[in-house]
């Protein structure tokens, strides 16, 4: 494919203008092995400023992320913050995780924040991003950004950006922080001379204050006294959840913590995984071989900013199995409810959350306790944002969201896998006590509330052609949606981008309350939820699906997870995924 005219525009743009000779030399080299592929993808757009932040490959071009797209950003995010918050001591949080360049990236966000006269709170080493969210509230700044990629693969770095309550922007703030980052046409309206004395670094005090607090939500003491001694094994991937997991699990009280030593060294190059993802079984091999060696009772890894965890406990016959997302999710918000319920602590005014394409096993559960289950969007943010909303009506619990992420108690507006590893193992010493594993409580709930089994596929799309088949096949869903999934049919159709839900028996439509979201839902006659979705931070689009039975008793477990298994494959299949 030949280059645009867009692509050379934007090519002159940053050949002439006020760019560094090394910027200018790869720019350059790119022309010269005509390369059109990868002239084409860092090129043909600027990187856009989602409702999150930035995403993308690091490298040269606007399309790439690199010191000028990452200081366009900080200005247009300054002259957002100057405008909302006129005649005020403005005040914001940097924090990087452990990818390459992630903390240069950082000092340039903190160099322009500080050249537009704002004081900037800079982490002195690497930080998971939930505590960069505690900080923003701590410190009663108006806003944060956490440099990482999350757990996407080495070649990638982002921008995560925080409103004053420690969450990602959302509606209205996340629009008009674009169009503040859209309205910068020329890298010379960046102003990167850094002011020293605006920058002050932060550390150590903020560790005690975040981990002290966490220690403060604990609901099981006794039953971790009694099973101080459950062998841990814990993997941080080369991430920053080394800085503060450990420490965690210590002072809620566990002292047979291992740490994957292979991993605990920070390094943007992970490597020894292919991908830094705890939702990719390769992504735990290691831990999983040391849990072996040791014959430990539960893993635990998380990814590169330590906001996801990944967990693996014992199956029935013994080996170790991970769990997805969902089925952790709905082990721990079940043990939350049940020890609020068991301490006397639930009198209405509590609430948990988690979003549309999670787990309905989550809202039986909540059901069954008479506390209120809020489903938002995909994205923490919305979960973050309904918790500022409510809390001086009621207490947030606990939510979840499918891919890994969770949060307990008030503290962060964010996904928190430091709080949530601290959890989950209280979580594990609560039904070691009653001689349980977690993989027999899931068992126990499934033969409680119905077994709830999802799988997701992800297909992955790169670069520009990527972008339009993924923008096809989500319109020849929409034009074209199918009449039956594996053998039942379909019988409510939601379309979040369009804000309808229509009931295909009789068609009639009803609006759907969420802000406009590209997603689609199929739902059949026996409860079955299929639901198809863009990625809004990887070149994918994901496909969610969710099926269900009765569970008679534990004994029909394998033969019923196979039956459902088989029904997922026949969904898929249909779907032609």
Known sequence: MEPSIEVFENIKIWQDGNYDKNTKNEINALLSANDHTKLIDAFYKNLSF??????????????????????????????????????????????????????????????????????????????????????????????????????????????????????????PDDGLVMQEVANIKNIDAVNFNRIEKNIELIGHKIDDLYLNEIVKLSLSKEAIQRQK?????????????????????????????????????????????????????????????????INADLVLATDPDADRVGVAVKDLDGDFILLNGNETGSLLLNYLLNAWKKNNKLDGKQYIVKTIVTTNLIEKIADSKNVTCYNTLTGFKFIGKLITELQNEKY???????????????????????????????????????????????????????????????????????????????EGFRKNPPKTLGGAKIITLKDYELGIETDLLSQKTTSLNYQKSDVLQFITEDGSIISARPSGTEPKIKFYCSVNTKLLDKSSFKATAEELSLKIKRILKDLGV
């Not at 200081?71 to 914001?92: C, D, E, H, M, R």
């Not at 001694?229 to 814990?234: A, C, E, G």
């Not at 992955?460 to 993924?470: L, R, V």
């Open 50 to 171: 989602g409702t999150g932040g930035l995403r993308g490959i690091m490298g040269v071009g606007c399309n790439r992320i690199n010191k000028y797209t990452i200081g366009t950003a900080t200005q247009g995010l300054s002259n957002f913050l100057l405008k909302k918050y006129p005649n005020q001591a403005i005040k914001v949080v940097v924090a990087y995780d452990s990818r390459n360049n992630s903390k240069a990236f950082a000092n340039i966000t903190a160099d322009v924040f500080s050249a537009n006269g704002i004081h900037v709170y800079f982490f002195e080493d690497l930080r998971p991003t939930p505590e960069l969210s505690f900080a923003i509230r701590n410190l009663a700044c108006q806003s944060g950004v956490m440099i990482t990629a999350s757990h996407n693969p080495k070649e990638y770095n982002g921008y995560k950006a925080y409103d004053q309550e420690g969450c990602q922007f959302t509606f």
């Open 229 to 293: 001694d459950l062998k841990i094994i814990f993997s941080s991937i080369h991430g920053t959840g080394i800085t503060l997991v450990p420490k965690a699990l210590e002072k809620f009280g566990f002292s047979n913590v291992h740490l994957v030593e292979e991993q605990s060294e920070p390094n943007g190059n992970f490597p020894t995984v292919i991908y830094p993802n705890p939702e990719e079984k390769e992504a735990l091999n290691l831990s999983i071989k040391k849990a072996k060696e």
């Open 396 to 474: 947030f619990i606990g939510g979840g969201e499918e891919s890994y992420g969770y949060s307990v108690g008030e503290l962060v507006r964010d996904k928190d896998a430091v709080i949530s590893c601290a959890f989950i193992a209280e979580m594990a010493a609560f039904y070691a006590d009653q001689n349980k594993t977690l993989y027999e409580a899931l068992i126990d709930l499934y033969v409680e509330h119905g077994f709830y089994k999802e799988e997701l596929i992800s297909i992955t799309k790169m670069g520009k052609s990527g972008a339009e088949e993924i923008i096809e096949m989500m």
